[in-house]
């Protein structure tokens, strides 16, 4: 445990090509404690309240992907069309997911 195969942070490195130990943030993602600072789009929330609607400007590819995603993550409780009689519900001896 005292000796580890590892890199220090800033170190140099021959396995990459810029000669770094340190990567820099994958395109695409945000870094833990860099969320956007547009509290109503991150949380729903402003002031407190509810926003009430999509602070998003909705296109087609983005409900399809939103469709796509409810169907793989959602739909197993609350079923495609949100009933809340997706599979688990059907197989739990518990209440329906709403
Ligand atoms: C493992 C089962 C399960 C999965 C998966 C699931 N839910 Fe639920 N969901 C429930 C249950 C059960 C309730 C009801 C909770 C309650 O009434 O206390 C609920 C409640 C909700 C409610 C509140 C409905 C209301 O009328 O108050 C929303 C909104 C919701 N789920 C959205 C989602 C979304 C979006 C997803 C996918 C990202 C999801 N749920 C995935 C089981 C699930």
Known sequence: ???QPKYKPQAQSAFFADGRTSRGPVPGTVPQGFAA???A????IRDNM???QNPLTL???MLERGEKRFN???APCHDRTGSG????SQRSSCCPAT
């Open 1 to 3: 445990m005292d000796r």
């Open 37 to 39: 600072e547009d509290e």
């Open 41 to 44: 789009r991150s949380t729903g």
């Open 50 to 52: 509810y926003i009430g």
């Open 59 to 61: 296109t087609k590819p």
């Open 72 to 74: 793989i993550y959602c």
């Open 85 to 88: 009689r997706g599979i688990v």
